[in-house]
């Protein structure tokens, strides 16, 4: 019988190689993309495209299509478009939340200014609907559509979330309508767009956008977690902002749920600035009133119903093992 350790290094393995064949395959297409842009412009978006990223994304969007029985050169596009837009909207959100650092660098709006940032996120948006449509088919189109209402859901979360930092409260409902819409739209998008291209039955399709709906909140839960106490060294973000910045995070939305008290600082408008002594309150408070359990706990719950969505539809081995193993290494990531 193989050990947990085992599994686990099984599965992070067949997640980097899927993640990293996804990456090699798609960044000559997304390089030509970038291309198109204004040449004013270029500078700044391949600034935000030179920190790499998971392309997570891309390898549901290739995988998706693989998981019917196509050929993943059909969802090629398709995985171009969603890290395009999944790029346009971390150059947004590093303006909204004030970072100075992504991927180990200097975030675009820092390199480049704020008015260059936002024209260029537009421009990355922008360009991935006009590389689905070029060609026109009806299952381009419906892939455009799809990406689109998944882009509006983004914007709706985000603002959700925006939202949230002027009150002094939220409900963990309300955070996972905000989760729903700012992290899992663009990942139940990707996990289903290359069934979509492929022309697949929508009882395929409706499965694989439950499975990526499962990752994309388990994805939020991690990332929370890693924003309260990951390593910098590791995230190449600065640990504690979310807490500096009043979000209410899914930990911290599990504790005011229980009835958990919160500093001060932390409840007030965010015009009031949280302390450093706050956020290490806040760090303790959160440990002992187990949102942090409850956290971790919420992710592999979410991980367990994407996995379940994928039994109810016949996949070929390889993509399934691959869709499986990305799903288990959400939870399992430190960046």
């Known amino acids: 019988m193989r050990s947990d350790a085992t599994v686990a290094t099984r599965n992070s393995r067949t997640a980097t190689d899927a993640l990293a064949h996804a990456k090699a395959f798609v960044q000559p297409e997304l390089d030509a993309a970038v291309r198109r842009i204004s040449p004013e412009l270029r500078a700044a978006v391949e600034s935000q495209l030179a920190g790499g990223g998971?392309?997570?994304?891309?390898?549901?969007?290739?995988?998706?299509?693989?998981?019917?029985?196509?050929?993943?050169?059909?969802?090629?596009?398709?995985?171009?478009?969603?890290?395009?837009?999944?790029?346009?909207?971390?150059v947004h959100d590093d303006i909204i939340d004030g970072d100075l650092e992504r991927r180990h660098r200097p975030t675009v709006w820092a390199q480049h200014g704020?008015?260059?940032?936002?024209?260029?996120?537009?421009?990355?948006?922008?360009?991935?609907?006009?590389?689905?449509?070029?060609?026109?088919?009806?299952?381009?189109?419906?892939?455009?559509?799809?990406?689109?209402?998944?882009?509006?859901?983004?914007?709706?979360?985000?603002a959700l979330d925006m939202e949230f930092e002027q009150r002094s409260s939220a409900t963990l409902d309300e955070c996972l309508e905000m989760v729903s819409g700012k992290t899992a739209a663009l990942l139940r998008c990707a996990a289903c767009l290359g069934a979509v291209l492929s022309g697949a039955p929508d009882s395929t399709i409706s499965a694989l956008w439950e499975f990526g709906h499962h990752v994309g909140i388990a994805f939020q839960a991690v990332d929370d977690l890693l924003g309260i106490w990951g390593e910098?060294?590791?995230?190449?973000?600065?640990?504690?902002?979310?807490?500096?910045?009043?979000?209410?995070?899914?930990?911290?939305c599990i504790a005011i749920s229980q009835g958990i008290e919160l500093p001060s600082g932390y409840t007030s408008s965010t015009g009031t600035e949280v302390t450093d002594r706050e956020v290490d309150e806040m760090r303790e408070r959160l440990e002992k009133c187990g949102a942090r359990q409850a956290t971790i706990?919420?992710?592999?719950?979410?991980?367990?119903?994407?996995?379940?969505?994928?039994g109810r539809i016949s996949i070929p081995s390889s993509p399934l093992a691959q869709l499986s193993a990305i799903a288990n290494y959400v939870t399992e990531r430190d960046r």
Do not use: W, Y
């Open 297 to 310: 706990d919420l992710g592999e719950r979410h991980v367990r119903d994407a996995l379940a969505a994928l």
């Open 114 to 158: 704020i008015s260059s940032a936002i024209i260029a996120g537009d421009a990355l948006a922008t360009v991935a609907f006009q590389v689905l449509l070029e060609v026109p088919t009806a299952e381009r189109a419906s892939a455009a559509s799809l990406l689109a209402d998944a882009t509006q859901a983004m914007i709706a979360g985000q």
């Open 54 to 90: 998971k392309f997570m994304r891309a390898a549901l969007v290739l995988l998706s299509a693989s998981a019917c029985g196509a050929d993943e050169r059909v969802a090629l596009d398709g995985a171009v478009a969603i890290e395009l837009v999944h790029n346009f909207s971390l």
């Open 232 to 252: 910098p060294d590791v995230t190449g973000k600065p640990v504690g902002n979310d807490l500096r910045h009043h979000k209410k995070t899914l930990p911290v």
